[in-house]
Structures are given as structure tokens and as C-alpha cells.
């Protein structure tokens, strides 16, 4: 016969994070060409991606840097400390070796984020390092992005 549980001694159990990880320039959004960025602020972003986390059951860890190594460090500790990666690494998307192996190394979901549509733009932003590592990238939808994102790691995380 099944046993059961007397004592209902469920703990909450800290969830592990969605990481947000913006790159260079990104830190000025809002600030400027508002009719490529729009006119949110990343506070702005972060601040309503962590509300809409919380409404989902879930938790967000946002970080921006305009250094490559701190992008790097952070996909590193994402390997540990996170249930899925949403990454916008502005310019070094279209660079970086060093992010591409960093995230060839994880695990759980990875979506890669543009606010623009990388490819109505100039040429050089048409290849991206990082999307042959990536679960799925959603790019030219503006800033609702990295809810949508977000959405998609949840669903990804519960299947
Ligand atoms: O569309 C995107 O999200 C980009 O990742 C943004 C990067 C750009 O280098 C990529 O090609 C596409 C960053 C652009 C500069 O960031 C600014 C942010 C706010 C205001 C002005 C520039």
C-alpha cells in the first residue's frame, strides 16, 4: 500500500534563473536611433521581462556588458546556474568565436535575440556567430523579443 506523506514538509526551492544577456551598446537603448531600437530603456526591458517571469512561475537574472569576456564569463556560469540563456550580444554576435564556444557548451535552451531585423540591415550584420549554438533566434520584432524568448524557454524547459 502506498505511503503517505504525514507531514507536508515542502520547501520552496529556489529556482534557478533565465539569464538576459545584453552586449555592447545595448545599455543606451532608448537613448538613441529610436526608429531601429525603439524607445524603451534596457531598465525598461528588464524590468517588465522580471514581471512577466514572475507571473510565468519563474525568475530572470538580467546582465549587460560592453566586454566580451564578461559575456563569456557568464554563459560559463549560466552552465551551473541557469535554466536557459536569452542572448542579445549586440555587435559581437556578428564577431565572436569566444561567445559562439562558450554557448556550443551548454546545455539547456539558448535564444538568441536582435531587436532588429539583422537582415534588412547592412551585411555585415547578416551572419551571426551565434545562432549555429542557439535554440531559436527571434530577431526584427523589436524589444517584445525577449518576452517572446522567454515564453519559448519556458515551454522548451517544460516539455
Ligand atoms: O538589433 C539588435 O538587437 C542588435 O543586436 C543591436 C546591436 C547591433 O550591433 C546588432 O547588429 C543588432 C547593437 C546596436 C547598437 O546599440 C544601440 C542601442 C541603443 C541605441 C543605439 C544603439
Redesign the pocket.
Known sequence: MAKRATKSAAKPIAMKPIYVLN????N??????PE??GRATLADVEKSLAARAKALGSAVLCLQSNNEGDLVTWIQEARTMARGVII????Y??TSIAIHDALAMLDIPVVE????N?YK?ESF?HHSHISSVATGLI?GLGVKGYELALEAILADISK
Not at 23 to 26: K, S
Not at 28 to 33: K, N, T, V
Not at 113 to 116: D, E, G, L, N, W
Open positions: 552586449g555592447p551598446n545595448l543606451l537603448l532608448g537613448q538613441r536611433e531601429i531600437y542579445n550580444a549586440g555587435a554576435s556578428h535575440v536582435h531587436i532588429s539583422i540591415r550584420r530577431c
